[in-house]
């Protein structure tokens, strides 16, 4: 499985990005969301179960960010409102099929990262 990211950019702390994720070929798997700020590890954002019924949330974004999916479109979408300058990193789209959600090892396929940097 190939994830192709995208909508990541710069903007002003406040504001809102929509990210987006496209699996090829299309996947009966769970798919989410990690970070990784410079200097920092790898971090676990959100991520949601294959018929989109369970989502599950970072405390630091919960509130702020909604994950969703088309599987129409074998598409997955993560809408981040309310920046933050520590939202800054590079946002990572994953897939995988343990059913388990919060480490980095839950998943096999990852996508190239795009970069999100809000500026404060």
């Known amino acids: 499985v190939q994830l192709q990211a995208s909508g990541g950019g710069l903007v002003q702390a406040g504001t809102s990005l929509r990210l987006s994720c496209t699996a090829s070929?299309?996947?009966?798997?769970?798919m989410g969301w990690f970070r990784q700020a410079p200097g920092k590890e790898r971090e676990f954002v959100t991520g949601?179960?294959?018929?989109?019924?369970?989502?599950y949330y970072a405390g630091s974004v919960k509130g702020r960010f909604t994950i969703s999916r088309d599987n129409a479109k074998n598409t997955v979408y993560l809408q981040m409102n309310s920046l933050k300058a520590e939202d800054t990193a590079v946002y990572y789209c994953?897939?995988?099929?343990?059913?388990?959600?919060?480490?980095?090892?839950?998943?096999?396929?990852w996508g190239q990262g795009t970069q999100v940097t809000v500026s404060s």
């Open positions: 070929p299309a996947s009966s798997a769970i």
């Open positions: 994953v897939a995988g099929r343990t059913g388990r959600y919060y480490s980095p090892g839950d998943y096999s396929y």
């Open positions: 949601i179960s294959w018929r989109g019924s369970s989502t």
